[in-house]
């Protein structure tokens, strides 16, 4: 098993590049290249020479700006051609690395290469000898890449390829990529083949792996590659590449960093990095994908919403991979409610919507707000505070506000009606709400304040003018706290609306 650092190798403005159907030119090569070196990958495979002139030019530009200590390849076939162009391509790069692939899988040298095993052996040993001598002879840090193409499809003849890569090694290759260039089968026999390769070459061979995504396990079988002894894990940005993808890199990071391996990326640059590609690759990200997708920290379901709320801005969450700030991402899990939410979400939607709520009065609105989402699916966050004020701020009960005037200082005239008999009283008091509590209990309705507040909101509250809510509580039947809210233009009429739907909520519970 390894203990060495991962070494990531980015392969997006290659096989992420080759797959778009719009390939980038030097322009936006050069904005991605840069990202990579903010990211702090250890290496970036620049392109494919041969492909094109636009990518000859672009490989040779990024090679002169690349910074001294990331590892700049090109890609070549085993012909002399390509691996001439590769080396004149990015030979005043600090570290240029020629990258020969050739595959060695049965398959794939019968029907595609038309080569027998022995064919094709000596032309990679020849093609890497070749490559060595030629990036050497323009840069003394010239290194060679040789990838087995189709490794994942070498399980039959795994003893030859594992012999031709010593002899490989031989010739002056510096690492060996293993890649499973299309994903067909289970990851754990790919990965004992990685590690079977490891331990019969030697130990300052790197051992790569390039793992193409067509059934969705990439991620996992390149980690669990890293432990069988790969160092080099060849990902690209928002896991762009032929057909399904290459390999994530954001997933593999963070599954490594979760799993306490020392990193060099900076993991923070992830989620920019991410919505760059997306708009310069035009490759949208999907609302669920892993880390990054919109969807990606929301939560629907009432268990779920329950576990995240207790470890909100906790290292560790309930029901989240990450911090989503180890990736840069700003916004927090998102709680949604839907049929299968709860009255926990309905708390959080209100406080984060900068209203004051208990969890009995979650509780209470949650039938209506469910009612609603049996309809709509999610409810939007409107529609909820809409119940909420619906709900909670007109209690109907025997009691009936209709009228609070102040007369003088310190008294105040109210009128309401109780079970349809009419009132019109005067309370003197220490305030409106001394005051009308005094002039109810006058009338024999007496009851006990015991919290009072009043908390600016930020907007017009849904347009009456009021930018303030009144919270009133009193004791109940057993010593419950009832509380009654109101807003209105007019503080003072505010509270006593609060004091009346305390009351009938209190005959109501009591
Ligand atoms: O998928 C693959 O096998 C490749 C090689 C060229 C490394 O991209
Ligand atoms: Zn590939």
Redesign the pocket.
Known sequence: MTNKKPFFYD?TL??GNQALKKPWGIKEKEIVFNKLVELNVNGIEVGFPSASEMDYDACERLAKIAPKNIVISA?ARCVKADIRKAVDAIKDAPIPRI?V?M?LSPFHMQYVLNKTPEEAKEIVIRAVKYAKEEILKVNKNGQVQF?A???GDCEENIDFVTDTLKEVVKAGADVI?L????ERYRIKPLVDMVNKVYEALPKDVVIAV?H?NDLGMSTASTVESYFAGATQL?CSLNGL??RAG?TNMYEVAVALYNSGVELDLNLEKIYETALLIAQMSKVKIHEKAPLIGSDSLAHRSGIHQDGAIKTKGMKKGAYRAIDPKLIGRNDDEIIGFTSQSGKTAIYEIINQAGYPISVDEAIRISPHVKKEAEILGEVPVNKIVEIYFRELFNIAGPFEFLSFNMIEADTFELRFNYNDEYYDIKGIGNGPVDACLNALRKVGFERTLSGFEQKAVDADIMGSGASAISTIHILGKDGKDIIGRAFDKNTARANVKAIFNAMNLAEIED
Do not use: K, M
């Open positions: 392969i290659r096989d890609l990258h692939f595959a990838s193409e189709h490794f990529n890649p499973n260039t299309v390039h193409h060849e590449g032929e290459n």
